[in-house]
């Protein structure tokens, strides 16, 4: 079973505002990683925080992580036309190598 | 430029047939994985290995093969066992608990 959820499923911005979207998931994680998917392409790794961290920074993007609540955020500022994409949250199942996905936010920036 | 191959981007499959498709990384990274996407989905993990000539199944291995002889090479065999194959096929690589490295995938058909 899929243990991020993201949230919203989709979302529909002006370019130059900021986008936000949430993951939820369900047991301890080692790490959560942000994911950018562009239309019938594989995944780029966006950022990867850390359990024992809060807060990270890369770019344009502001992840947070607050493991009392099992939720992680992704900010994008200022968003661009290009910044259009599907966004994915994964967790490392504990114990393991094999990573869990969530079911994405599509993020459509208007121009 | 280091990166992961999968071939071919497109694929159709006719009832009762194996087909394979590909996947090559020169990253040198130990770990690579199979995932299948559904469309408008999150990624469900079919296959992974951490190390040559050995592998795991991931949560929907049923009606799939794949076979770990290079550390380079990791190739999915979708047999006439899985009735519904038509998905988004992705692999990835990665060292150990560090972000994985997607392909772009391979769209696989019934005719």
């Known amino acids: 079973s899929q243990q991020g959820e993201e949230d919203p499923q989709a979302l529909s911005i002006q370019e130059g505002e900021n986008a936000t979207m949430n993951c939820s998931y369900k047991?301890?994680?080692?790490?959560l990683q942000w994911y950018r998917q562009n239309s019938g392409r594989g995944l780029v790794h966006l950022i990867l925080?850390?359990?024992?961290?809060r807060e990270k920074h890369s770019g344009r993007l502001r992840v947070t992580l607050d493991t009392s609540k099992k939720s992680s955020s992704l900010l994008i500022t200022a968003s661009r036309a290009a910044d259009t994409a599907s966004y994915f949250c994964?967790?490392?199942?504990?114990?393991?190598?094999?990573?869990?996905f969530g079911t994405g936010t599509r993020l459509k920036v208007l121009a | 430029d280091g990166g992961i191959t999968q071939s071919p981007k497109y694929l159709f499959r006719k009832e009762g047939q194996n087909v394979t498709l590909s996947c090559e990384q020169n990253?040198?990274?130990?770990?690579m994985y199979w995932y299948r996407q559904d469309p408008g989905q999150g990624l469900r993990l079919i296959y992974y290995?951490?190390?040559?000539?050995?592998?795991q199944k991931g949560d929907i291995a049923e009606g799939y093969s794949v076979s770990r002889e290079k550390k380079e090479s990791f190739p999915l065999t979708v047999t006439s066992a899985q009735k519904n194959p038509t998905a988004f096929y992705l692999c990835?690589?990665?060292?150990?608990?560090?972000?994985?490295?997607f392909g772009d995938g391979t769209r696989l058909s019934i005719l």
């Open positions: 990835a690589s990665s060292i150990q608990r560090q972000p994985q490295h």
């Open positions: 290995s951490q190390i040559v000539n050995d592998f």
């Open positions: 994964a967790t490392e199942r504990p114990g393991t190598y094999k990573y869990i």
């Open positions: 925080i850390r359990s024992n961290e």
């Open positions: 047991t301890s994680i080692n790490n």
């Open positions: 990253l040198n990274h130990d770990a």
